[in-house]
């Protein structure tokens, strides 16, 4: 096996961090992770009994969706929907675009959609529209971010929250800018010259 080179791939160039492009960290991953034991604890007591299906939105779930499910002790399943909304920007176009419908049978299940940050709510309102199609017998939300916003027009109930925070754009677990900084193990407000 060759050995495991230490520096960049450009002998003499340092790698670029994703961490230097952010201003500040605001949430870690030990945070991160102690609040996530603490929904799925929460989440755990409330479906005991019932027929749970967690549904992640792609893509910016995934960390998020695949952290949660190990953590929920009881039989469950869990399937993907896709929607799109920002494209190469830092605000929501509040066009929602769906590119993935559900594929699991989610009549009469218990539907917990799981979903990276609720920012405007149209990403959430428009996926809760799609879901009710299915005929669930139950359909929550649990978002791991809730934005401060001041002038929000779309109000969709939320059962579950992980953290709030303030109006900044925000990248990392999942959520990205440009579809990169999603292996960010953290949550970090990214620093305004990279989108400006
Ligand atoms: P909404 O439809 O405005 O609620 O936006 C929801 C979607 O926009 C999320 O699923 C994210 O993909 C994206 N989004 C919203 N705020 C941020 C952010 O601060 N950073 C990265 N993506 C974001
Ligand atoms: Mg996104």
Not at 74 to 90: E, K, M, N
Not at 96 to 123: F, M, P, Q, R, S
């Amino acid at each position: 096996m060759p050995p495991v080179k230490k520096s960049a791939t450009r002998r003499g160039a340092k790698a670029k961090s994703l961490f230097d492009d952010l201003e500040s960290i605001l949430i870690s991953e030990e945070q991160l992770q102690k609040r996530l034991d603490q929904l799925a604890r929460q989440i755990t007591k409330d479906y005991t009994g019932r027929k749970l299906v967690l549904v992640g939105v792609l893509r910016g779930c995934l960390p998020f969706l695949a952290d949660l499910t190990k953590r929920i002790p009881i039989p469950h399943s869990y399937d993907l929907v896709g929607a799109s909304s920002y494209g190469a920007s830092t605000t929501s176009s509040g066009r929602v675009l769906i590119t993935k419908d559900i594929d699991v049978d989610i009549a009469g299940a218990d539907v917990l959609i799981t979903e990276d940050i609720y920012d405007t709510g149209n990403t959430l309102a428009k996926i809760r529209d799609l879901i009710m199609l299915h005929k669930p017998a139950s359909v929550e939300v649990c978002a791991l971010l809730w934005k401060e916003k001041k002038d929000r027009k779309r109000e969709v109930p939320i059962k579950y929250v992980g953290f709030e925070i303030p109006d900044e754009f925000v990248v990392g677990y999942g959520l990205d800018f440009n579809e990169i900084y999603r292996n960010l193990p953290c949550i970090g407000v990214l620093r305004s010259e990279i989108y400006k």
